[in-house]
Each structure stands twice: as C-alpha cells, then as structure tokens.
C-alpha cells in the first residue's frame, strides 16, 4: 500500500514534528511535508501553541506548487475552528491530490472529520503509515484525548542499591551533572512537574527548568494534603504554580494565592487529595505530559493508584544501606505473583549514571 519514497517522507515528517517537542502543549505535536512530482516542495512543523500548524507552514514554503501534490503529515487535519483556521480546509483549498496521514486525530472535534472533509473536497486520503512512531511522539496527547488524563511519567534518582534519600530526606546529590541534566531535559518536555509536600519540605525545590535551553517552563504542581506548604517555599516563586489539597481553609490557601498560587481543594474519602480526580483536572487545563519529581510515599500512591505511565530511573554507582528511603511506599508482598511487572524500554549510561526507561505492560 505504501511505497519507499512513502516511508521515507513519514519519517521526515516526524523528524520535523520532533522539533515541536517543547512547545506546542496543548496541541499535539505535527510535521508536514508536501512532495510535487517526487520532489520535495515544502516543508514545516507547528513550534508553539497558537502559531501556523505545520500544513500551514508547509504550503506556504511550497509557494503554490500544491496542485495534485502529496502531502505527508504524522496527524489527521484539523477540521474545527480553534486559535487558527481548519488545516483540511487549507489543504482542500491548496487542490493537494493526496493526503498520507500516520494516525487520526484522537481529538473528538477532529477524530475521522478531517479526513472526510479532504475526501469530500476529492483528495485521496490514506493512513496508517508508521502509525506506532506517531502515537509515541504524540502519548501525551493520545492520553488526555482518549483517557482524560496526561501521561504521567515518574523520574526517580537512586542509588544502585534502590535508594532515593538519606532516612533525614536528604538527596542531593544522588546523581552526577550528567544525569541532573538529562532531568531538566525531561522537565523541559512535560506540560508540568509535579511533587509532594515531603519533598518541598526536604529539598525545597524550584522544579523549573535550567540546565538546558526551553522556550516555556512547566506548570508546577505540589500535592500538599494538609496545605504545609510554606509561603516561602521555592517553588512558588514567579507564581502560577498549582497546589491540590484536600482541606479548604481559606487563612493557609491565602498567603499562597498572594504569591500568585492556585489552590485546588480535591479531597478523596481518606482525607488524601484525590489523585485520579487531580490528574483528570490536569488534563481539563490541557496539560498533555507530567513528570514527577517526589518522594517513595507520593510515588507509591501514584502507583498504586495506577496513574504511572513510564518510569526513568538514574542510577548511580553508589550503595546507601537499608536505613534509606526506598523508591516506592507500597504494602509488602505475602507472594511474588503479587509483583508488578515492567517492560524496560531503554538503557544507557548518561555520564556516570545508568539511565533506565521501563514501562507498566
């Protein structure tokens, strides 16, 4: 069904909507190619939220020579009115002859109109075309349009004997420059980075992105119960950072709201705050990827909430006894059928660190 030259287009299709990664949230990330009589005529990705989609940027590099083109894109056309015009429109109106997609748009408001809305304009469409590399570029957005949710993706750096802190909660450093830069590149990726009251209390963290270039920081996210948070706390600075609770006393929320924090008061029936109902409120406020950076008793109730999607785990050469804090706060095990498989997807050495990519199955 679809030929060399089609795979080799794809996949320069991706590669462009690569360049997207931190920047399109909440939109997905897209490329587009548009390819006249086996040449290559235009090209472009969408970069940030609210600028030209990628088809746009295409057929305006391909300066008209669009009639009976193919166009290539790793999503289906939009075909609604959001920030900017329907992209099938664009396509129809630029008289392309054919339309490879990798995937359709799991949005609801797209989901198949787009492709119909070139068929009716007598574009041939066709799709599935390294469909797997599109839905992994794009997870986040898959997650939240099809789950309701993002995709949570949970970091952790330990010792090579499992452990994430001291037994005081001390942790930094566990892992070398290296490794803490790859981190702020993850950080840099996700639409937010989440945490806990322990580790605001324990290493006061800033969660912004620093170590690498970005054009955006994250949304911050501190799951405080109690509503400890310090006003003081770094991760409050500059504002805009989200603090879900499970108690809605307005003297604790109003020194935060001062420092420009929302507080969200979304308790569960153990007085915890509701972490599925949290996660459900991330993806209403668009946010398509999360990365956690907390400790063992966060991690632990995320997981056993079944919220984690993938883990990446830094391990470094170092032992810190039994005494220390593990990576997970879970009930013990009477037999190991109760274990919890993973896939691990990746390995490699990020300077002195092992670096560990698994997944739940």
Known sequence: MFSADDHRHMAEALRLAERGRFGTTPNPRVGCVIVQGGEEVGSG????????????????????????ATAYLNLEPCSHHGRTPPCADALADARVGRVVAAMEDPNPLVAGRGFQRLR??????????????????????????TRGRPRVRLKLAASLDGRTALLNGRSQWITGEDA????????????????????????????????????????????????????????????????????????????????????????????????AGMM???????????????????????????????????????LLGDAARGMFNLPPLEDLAGRRELS?????MVGRDLRLVARIP
């Open 280 to 318: 459900g409120e991330l993806g209403r406020r668009g946010v398509n990827e999360v990365l956690v950076e907390a400790g063992f008793k966060l991690n632990g109730s995320l997981l056993a909430a079944g919220l984690v999607d993938e883990f990446v785990i830094y391990l470094a050469p170092h």
């Open 45 to 68: 990705w969408h970069e940030r939220a609210g600028g030209p989609h990628a088809e746009v940027v295409a057929l305006a590099a391909a300066r008209g020579r669009t009639r009976g």
């Open 180 to 275: 803490r830069r790859d981190g702020h590149r993850l950080r840099a990726e996700a639409c937010a980075v989440l945490t806990g009251i322990g580790t605001v209390r324990d290493d006061d963290p800033r969660l912004t992105v620093r170590h690498v270039e970005t054009p955006r920081q994250p949304l911050r996210v501190v799951v405080d119960s109690r509503l400890e948070i310090p006003p003081d706390a770094r991760v409050l600075a500059g504002g805009g950072t989200l603090v879900f609770t499970a108690v809605g006393e307005t003297e604790r929320a109003r020194p935060l709201e001062e420092r420009g924090a929302s507080v969200v008061v979304m308790p569960d029936p153990n007085g915890k705050v509701d972490l």
């Open 344 to 348: 691990i997807r990746d390995t490699r």
């Open 120 to 145: 009716d304009a007598g574009i041939r469409v066709e799709s599935g075309l390294m469909e797997a590399d599109a839905r992994e570029l794009n997870a986040g957005f898959v997650s939240r349009m």
